[in-house]
């Protein structure tokens, strides 16, 4: 191995330490630590984000959708679908189309819209 594909290596393995397996949840009086894990989706709603758990369980974030963007973009399990959706690609039951809109199905039987922007993208990660 080359010095410049150590170097990658390193940088691959820095950045899959850096990834966070948690996000914390501020609710009334106590913070929840939600496992990246059991997380399908989270749906930005308004002003608040909407985080939809394994479990059927939905919380409501006064955070915006970007915050937690920002938080979970080093996790390879997590995809941007849309400016309002991000989804744990180990959630996806199948991808479709109604007409002109290409939409995800995750397990729980929850459809989101993919933007036409993001439908090639989706479809690389997804068969990786």
């Given at each position: 191995m080359t010095n410049r594909e150590n170097g990658k290596a390193a940088a691959k393995a820095a950045v899959i330490k850096q990834?966070?397996?948690r996000i914390l949840l501020n609710t009334q009086g106590q913070i929840l630590v939600l496992d990246l894990d059991d997380i399908i989706f989270l749906k930005s709603s308004s002003n608040y984000t909407i985080i939809k758990m394994r479990d059927g369980?939905?919380?409501?974030?006064?955070?915006?959708?970007?915050?937690?963007?920002?938080?979970?973009?080093?996790n390879p399990d997590f995809l941007r679908i849309h400016r309002s959706s991000i989804i744990n690609k180990n959630f996806v039951k199948a991808i479709f189309r109604k007409s002109h809109k290409t939409?995800?199905?995750m397990k729980d039987n929850e459809e989101l819209?993919?933007?036409?922007?993001?439908?090639?993208?989706?479809?690389?990660?997804?068969?990786k």
């Amino acid at each position: 191995m080359t010095n410049r594909e150590n170097g990658k290596a390193a940088a691959k393995a820095a950045v899959i330490k850096q990834s966070p397996k948690r996000i914390l949840l501020n609710t009334q009086g106590q913070i929840l630590v939600l496992d990246l894990d059991d997380i399908i989706f989270l749906k930005s709603s308004s002003n608040y984000t909407i985080i939809k758990m394994r479990d059927g369980t939905r919380y409501t974030s006064s955070k915006h959708l970007k915050s937690y963007s920002e938080t979970i973009d080093a996790n390879p399990d997590f995809l941007r679908i849309h400016r309002s959706s991000i989804i744990n690609k180990n959630f996806v039951k199948a991808i479709f189309r109604k007409s002109h809109k290409t939409y995800v199905l995750m397990k729980d039987n929850e459809e989101l819209d993919v933007s036409a922007k993001k439908r090639e993208l989706i479809l690389t990660e997804l068969s990786k």
